[in-house]
């Protein structure tokens, strides 16, 4: 198979691909290996749309709907199309993208705003419901129209770019400068299409606008956007599943700034944060899907298309072999010339593992708003905790300071609801966020951690919120023992919430523990509730417990509450309480808590008040002490135990845990975990500030003196020890 290559000119394409890629490209699809693999998959997809007539509706539905996906359908199908018409120098893939394109010119200047618009929307589109999805259009439009621009008339060049490209980049930048000033990824999208069509179109103003705000000042912009959605570690404020969506118009508009300007060196800004950003994004992920903190779909992971083309584009800057790592998980290679790169270099067995590693992912543009704390073991089994002492996350944030999750052997243990919504699914509110994201999943209740008098963190305010953070007081990472401190005096007024998090393992690695101890302090007495949302099926509790089977109702009216049904509950004597489930990846957990005999636990389903069915159908028991001015919850989260229905086959179903105790000693605190064998896995840490790898602790436990430096340290002992 033979094609005639594209003459390089003066017109070629220079946004994410330029003619150097271009020819490059040419010479690799007569090659075997990935690259041609995914030549010919694309070309067959155009192909196929080649022998269709094309479709351009005018807008009538919201997210999810015909119109909605037929202009998603467009706009990637005309960028592929450019792609081939670069690569093949066939005129057909040219054609057919003109053809769409004077169809959008006719058609887009009468265009009113979307019939769907949310009412009162301030960013509300033409195309589509909303002005984001506008930009997202153009981003890939423009490009399209970049690669093609060789092939069309003066005539046809002149009617596309005044009748839609030119009207779209206005909407997007002058007629909607709230959304385009904003710091927040809809202004990043917005800033991305304007500034790449500046460049297409010879519009030196639209680029600089793009950059520094409409008025040119740098209080809007991308390089605002830069400077203030990422923290220096490359951490984006509203959490995983938005740095994913918005590393999309970061890297495709920094690398079009690289090919036309490389000597503003946009891959070097702030200590060269996109490609740090590009970096947290993977790693802020588990089993290839994403933490899902904040609004986040569970479903999204690593080898979604915006982290493909930012490992690519990464790749093109760093040549690190870490990456192709991932690109290899991610399985998709892309027609350009960084995916070039990137497909070779697998073709060649060039990649070195990517190591996920524990890593305090730093909140705020400074770097002091809190921080992501990803705790990370690969023995016994790879297992991850996330700890959420992060700022609020702008309006995709949700009120749950000090919450955590956690992952053991693939699977999600405890859990996070993320977003109440369908993505673009029309029946369910157009695609859009439901009314229980509000009611429900933003909610404190919603998460694992504690609420107080049913109350959400800041009684729900953003406003309030977004001023608020966690303080970071320490991090501590070592060979068995990793752990993470943090503490909130303004989630509720009068009280200081202090919640310290570790992952440890038992020296010989056949043994892990999870441990939680939260510290609540308050002026007045309060109902404090520490919930606990799992994956799995409820096994078995050492207590007795009282399960409602003929009627059951809400756990309260409000703040997320109203949607959880009571199905059971338990009041546990003073001692050990332990409630013990089963996973989908066959594996037990027990939670263990130490309680003193003041303690209720309450078993709840989510689904209450929900006359749509909008919300999942998930588990949680909450741990609840009534009147209280102060208390500290203790538990352990003990992985153990494998069945196997296929076999029949079930092993170390109980839970090996027979005592827990928790002792402070000035600025030392002592978990001890007592095992059926005899032995005992006590955990030892100072809170103390300063503390460093040399400093020294010294303590009693059970008449005998132990001793360690730095941070924490698991002592194992053994029965003849105690």
């Known amino acids: 198979m033979t094609w005639s290559p594209l003459a390089a000119s003066a017109t070629s394409p220079n946004l994410v691909i330029n003619a150097a890629d271009v020819d490059a490209m040419q010479g690799a699809v007569s090659q075997p290996g990935r690259f041609r693999t995914a030549f010919l998959a694309v070309k067959a997809d155009v192909d196929a749309f080649l022998t269709e007539p094309f479709s351009v509706p005018l807008p009538t539905d919201a997210g999810g709907g015909y119109s909605h996906e037929q202009h998603k359908k467009n706009y990637r199908l005309m960028y592929d199309a450019g792609v081939l018409y ?82 779209v980049a206005r909407f997007l930048s002058e007629e909607s400068p709230a959304t385009f000033n904003k710091v927040h990824n809809h202004g990043t999208w917005l800033t991305a299409a304007v500034g790449m069509t500046g460049y297409v179109l010879d519009e030196p103003e639209w680029v600089e606008k793009a950059l520094l705000g409409l008025d040119k000042s ?77 609004d986040a779909i569970k479903n999204k992971g690593i080898d979604t298309p915006e982290l493909v083309l930012g490992v690519a584009i990464s790749y093109g800057k760093t040549g690190d072999a870490r990456l192709l790592d991932i690109a290899r998980r991610q399985g998709e290679t892309l027609l350009t010339g960084d995916g070039l790169k990137v497909a070779q270099d697998l073709d060649a067995n060039k990649q070195t593992a990517y190591p996920f590693t524990s890593w305090v992912f730093r909140d705020g543009a400074k770097g002091d708003q809190g921080a992501l704390v990803v705790l990370r073991q690969q023995a016994p089994d790879d297992q991850a905790l996330v700890f959420k002492p992060t700022a609020q996350g702008m309006g995709h944030g949700h009120f749950d300071k000090l919450s955590w999750q956690f992952y053991d052997s693939g699977a999600e243990v405890v859990t996070d609801y993320g977003a109440a919504r369908f993505l673009n699914v029309e029946a369910k509110n157009g695609g859009r966020y439901l009314p229980e994201n509000e009611s429900y999943a933003k909610q404190t209740i919603a998460h694992n951690t504690l609420v107080i008098d049913e109350r959400s963190h800041f009684d729900g305010n953003l406003k309030i919120a977004n001023q608020k953070h966690p303080e970071l007081l320490f991090f501590h990472a070592g060979d068995n023992v990793k752990i993470s401190s943090a503490a909130i005096d303004s989630a509720y007024p009068g009280v200081t919430l202090k919640r310290t998090m570790a992952l440890v393992q038992t020296p010989d690695h056949q043994k892990s523990f999870a441990i939680d101890l939260f510290d609540v302090q308050a002026d007045r007495k309060h109902q404090l509730d520490l919930p606990l949302h799992y994956n799995g099926q409820l096994i078995d509790t050492n207590f007795n417990l009282y399960a409602y089977t003929d009627k059951i109702s809400a756990l309260g009216s409000k703040n997320g509450y109203q949607h959880l049904w009571l199905r059971g509950r338990g009041e ?15 594996r037990f957990y027990t939670y263990s808590s130490l309680v003193d005999g003041d303690i209720e636990i309450l078993f709840t389903e989510l689904g209450a008040n929900d006359p749509n069915f909008n919300l999942r159908s998930e588990k949680a028991f909450l741990t609840r002490r009534a009147n209280a001015r102060a208390h500290t919850f203790v538990g352990v989260l003990e992985p153990h135990g494998e069945y196997d229905p296929a076999r029949e086959f079930t092993a170390q179903s109980e839970s090996q845990i027979v005592g827990i105790t928790h002792k402070r000693e000035g600025t030392l605190q002592l978990l001890s975990i007592a095992l059926k064998d005899g032995s005992t896995q006590l955990l030892a840490f100072n809170d103390a500030a300063g503390i460093t790898d040399k400093s020294v602790s010294h303590f009693d436990f059970d008449g005998n003196q132990y001793t360690f430096r730095g941070r924490a340290e698991l002592f194992s002992i053994s029965d003849r020890e105690n």
């Open 86 to 167: 670069q690569i093949t120098g066939e005129r057909r893939y040219a054609d057919r993208v003109r053809d769409m394109l004077l169809a959008y010119a006719k058609m887009y200047p009468d265009l009113p705003l979307h019939p769907k618009r949310r009412p009162g929307a301030k960013n509300p589109g033409k195309l589509f419901w909303q002005s984001l999805n506008e930009a997202v259009w153009l981003v890939y439009t423009i490009q399209a129209y970049d690669l093609i621009r060789p092939s069309l008339s003066k005539e046809d060049a002149r009617k596309i770019e005044n009748g839609v490209l030119r009207p």
């Open 572 to 586: 546990p004597e003073q001692g050990l309480a332990q409630i013990t489930w089963l996973n989908d990846n066959g």
């Open 218 to 294: 740098g209080k809007g912009g991308f390089l605002r956007q830069l400077a203030e959605l990422f923290s220096p570690d490359g951490y984006y404020t509203e959490g995983p599943y938005y740095q994913r969506y918005a590393l999309m118009p970061f890297v495709t508009f920094a690398k079009a700034i690289d090919n036309n300007q490389p000597e503003r060196d946009i891959f070097g800004y702030r200590d060269r944060i996109l490609l740090k950003a590009v970096d947290s994004t993977i790693q802020l992920s588990y089993n290839g899907r994403f933490f899902p903190i904040n």
